[in-house]
């Protein structure tokens, strides 16, 4: 009478002499590329300034550099007042991202408080974050990013923050909120609650480690969000124009008629540093769906061994030795 041992991950990976993939090595391809192409506009933004052959402020008084073509002593041109766009292009990703991280934080904070306090705590707390959530929901963002910051006193960084983080963060609270509502009832929490837990240490211990995916994503969207919008309201004019930001790049372009006179090189890289890095954020951010969906996830683990669908989780080497018994029995 056979009998099956058992396989342990020990005995697994002694047999095979294959380790589990990392963290990392479970990434799809397009994850992967992401993240590689937003490390290197975040290298750029860090090391970039530092690097610029000139001050991106600085207007050249020669007539000569006025739309000047890219060379070797302007790899990227000059702008109509001489100055140089290649300076210019790395104070813009610095300020851009620098914005858009601060807001996807403040706005990821302030999702993960109002949605997982509602969901956790229900009544009237629920129901009243509830219905301010739904109200931002509803106005048409533009529109009120606009006459917010056309009002207010100053213009620059710390007021464009201060809108986008205000008005980005509904749509993360509602969807951590619907999390919360579907974890809160599992036996972990009861069990938790049973042995005496405070809610704070719940929260802290049981619900957020549970939603680290979905936080992970709502930032990555966050910041999107907030770098379309922020060239958005600068290309509009509504932002500090004298700092150097992508969208204010744009809007200098526009407004000069770079397009209209043949200037490719003062509006073509802001707007293709905007693409990519929008790109590069929506490539890591379905990478993430993928590791925090676990029927996304299992479709992307499964493989295929001696012509048979089987997943990475499965006890491979087992099935394996039982398809090559198999195989050498037909023999």
Not at 164 to 190: H, N
Not at 222 to 235: D, Q
């Amino acid at each position: 009478m056979a009998v099956t041992v058992p396989v342990t991950a020990q005995t697994a990976v002694a047999r095979t002499g294959r380790h589990p993939p990392s963290p990392w090595g479970r990434l799809p391809l397009k994850a992967k590329v992401g993240a590689v192409l937003l490390g290197i506009f975040v290298m750029a933004a860090i090391v970039g300034p530092y690097l610029a052959p000139y001050n991106p402020s600085y207007q050249s008084p020669s007539v000569s550099l006025s739309m000047h073509a890219p060379d070797g002593a302007h790899w990227l041109g000059t702008t109509q007042s001489g100055q140089d766009v290649f300076s210019q292009l790395f104070t813009g990703i610095r300020l851009t991202l620098e914005l858009a991280v601060v807001v996807g934080v403040v706005a990821g904070v302030l999702s993960v408080l109002v949605g997982i306090s509602a969901a956790f705590l229900g009544g009237a707390w629920d129901e009243s974050l509830s219905l301010v959530s739904n109200v931002f929901l509803v106005v048409p963002q533009l529109p009120l990013l606009i006459v917010l910051l056309g009002y207010l006193p100053q213009k620059g960084q710390a007021a464009t923050i201060l809108v986008l983080s205000a008005l980005s963060w509904p749509w993360g609270a509602r969807l951590i909120r619907a999390q919360t509502l579907a974890v809160r009832g599992r036996d972990f929490v009861a069990a938790a609650r049973e042995s005496g837990q405070s809610t704070l240490r719940i929260i802290a211990f049981e619900i957020v480690p549970n939603e680290i995916g979905l936080i992970a994503a709502n930032f990555v969207n966050t910041v999107l969000y907030a770098i379309g919008a922020s060239v958005a309201l600068a290309f509009l004019g509504l932002a500090d124009l004298s700092s150097w930001s992508l969208g204010t790049m744009l809007y200098w372009a526009e407004s000069q008629q770079a397009l209209q006179l043949g200037a490719w090189w003062w509006f073509l890289p802001p707007g293709l540093a905007v693409a990519l890095i929008g790109v590069s954020l929506v490539l890591l951010n379905s990478g993430i769906d993928e590791l925090g969906n676990p029927r996304l996830r299992n479709a992307v683990d499964t493989k295929r061994f001696v012509g048979r669908k089987v997943r990475l989780t499965d006890p491979t080497p087992v099935l394996l030795q039982g398809l090559n018994g198999r195989q050498g029995a037909e023999a």
